[in-house]
């Protein structure tokens, strides 16, 4: 066990007296304390590099000084007032420089929310009123959050689902493009989209595509194994939205603000969708989440359906206009794409050596690492990420899995090579203690991930 974490301990023990297990999910009783950039303290004085930054809502690093700055200047002036009620200009600037930097050159509005879950709610509201059609479709795999609407959205987890029905009416889901795990059996040259099949087959049977409102789709499944899909899938799809008047969405919570080396990782795909939902790094960690799609779309609800009173809080305004300032200024989608790149080449490299690793993929910073117990079988190693992550923990580095065997590889933007060289030294490390057993059982007890 890691030495010098009695603080952390006595935390965690005190936080299971007052949070319910519902709201957590365990990796190892790491208690922040304060941090900076990709490096992070905690009650007990142990540093980390942090490899998640905060489920990718972290882009520009623990505590930037310009967001600080930002943050400070405005709580001094005023914290809140409702945009329900009174404007205020944080809201609007930022509301312009968001259809500034989301793709489609076309008129846009945007609607904040406080998480990306809320966000994916309106979202539905929002594309169920302008098509006047109730029927959504996302993906076996996807996780688009906690409310009521985006958890009927998602279909990743079954505890997720429990005891809480009913869900939303009308929403379906289709199986997301997977080609490491390509379901049948293809490879990319002789690919011929069977898996969007799936799709057609539903539409000439059973779910009429003209009473479907939206389809939603993660550019890259995140907490699903972070999937890239092939673009000619994203492409084939968007048409088959376009051709069926259905709205091709984009939820970019976890993707968006530079981690995928483009402002939203649909740019990627050279696709332009119609809605897009933000969340988590916008306001590098302060709570904020925004819907930005055509301004018919938009203009679709009748006040007051969709407010917030602490929406668009002129605080989290404000870390998000410093967010995108320092992304445009320090030039951190070059970086990302740079360092993801470099990240991808290390972890090929243990591919080589360490036949756990099955598959490396990802984009720019958004980097998943997906381990088997036999590569024939691809079946996932989910003891082998939990242990290692563990491991990884006790060894100074923040890392988790997904998907039950992925170890997502999510580090701040601002992260140097020299700390992704240590990050990468241990998490090697790591894997050669399990392979030579080790990590002791015991740690699956607190290692318990999705
Ligand atoms: C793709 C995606 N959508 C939505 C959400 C939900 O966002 P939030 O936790 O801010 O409500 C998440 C969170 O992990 C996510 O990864």
């Known amino acids: ?202 539409f000439r049977n059973y779910l009429p595509p003209e009473e479907v409102a939206a389809i939603v789709m993660e550019p890259i499944a995140g907490d699903g194994g972070l999937i890239v899909p092939p673009k000619k899938y994203v492409h084939a799809l968007y048409n088959l939205c376009k051709k069926n008047g259905i709205l091709f969405v984009v939820d970019e919570i976890q993707q968006g603000f530079g981690r995928t080396g483009k402002w939203f990782a649909i740019e990627n795909f050279d696709v332009e969708p119609d809605i897009i939902v933000m969340g988590k790094s916008i306001a590098s960690g302060m709570p904020m989440s925004a819907i930005v799609a055509r301004s018919e779309i938009m203009e679709s609800l009748d006040a007051p359906a969709h407010v917030f009173t602490t929406m668009a809080n002129p605080v989290s305004c404000s870390a998000a206009l410093a967010t995108i300032s320092v992304i445009k200024e320090e030039e951190l989608m070059k970086r990302s794409k740079e360092l993801g790149d470099y990240l991808k080449v290390r972890f090929n490299e243990m591919k080589d050596k360490y036949s756990i690793i099955g598959d490396v993929r990802g984009m720019g910073l958004s980097i998943g690492v997906d381990l088997v117990t036999d590569r024939n079988t691809k079946e996932r190693a989910r003891e082998a990420a939990a242990k290692i992550c563990y491991r990884c923990w006790e060894k100074g580095v923040i890392l988790t899995f997904f998907s039950n065997n992925v170890l997502r590889v999510q580090p701040p933007l601002v992260i140097t090579k020299e700390q992704i060289d240590k990050a990468v030294a241990i998490i090697e490390e790591s894997i050669n203690e399990y392979l030579k057993g080790d990590i002791p059982d015991e740690v699956l007890l607190e290692a318990k991930g999705w």
Request: charged share 25%; glycine share 6%.
């Open 1 to 202: 066990m890691k030495e010098n974490t009695i603080r952390c301990h006595s935390v965690v023990e005190q936080d299971s007296e007052v949070i319910p297990s519902g709201c957590r999910v365990p990796y190892y009783p790491l208690v922040i304390k304060s941090g900076s950039g990709a490096i992070m303290k905690d009650v007990d004085g142990n540093e980390y590099i942090d490899m998640l930054s905060s489920a990718a809502a972290l882009n520009t690093g623990q505590a930037h000084p310009k967001v600080v700055d930002a943050i400070i200047k405005q709580v001094k002036e005023f914290i809140h007032y409702t945009p329900a009620y009174v404007y205020h200009e944080a809201l609007v600037k930022l509301a312009k420089e968001l259809t500034e930097i989301t793709p489609g050159n076309f008129s846009k509005k945007v609607a904040f929310g406080l998480s990306g879950s809320d966000s994916n709610d309106g979202m539905i509201k929002f594309a169920r009123a302008y098509t006047g059609r109730s029927k959504i479709i996302s993906f076996v795999g996807s996780y688009h959050g906690s409310t009521y609407g985006s958890i009927s959205l998602s279909a990743i987890s079954l505890n997720m689902r429990r005891k809480i029905g009913p869900l939303l009416p009308d929403i379906d889901h289709i199986n997301y493009p997977d080609c490491y795990r390509c379901k049948f059996d293809k490879k990319e040259d002789c690919c011929k989209l069977e898996c969007l099949e799936e799709l057609e087959d539903k």
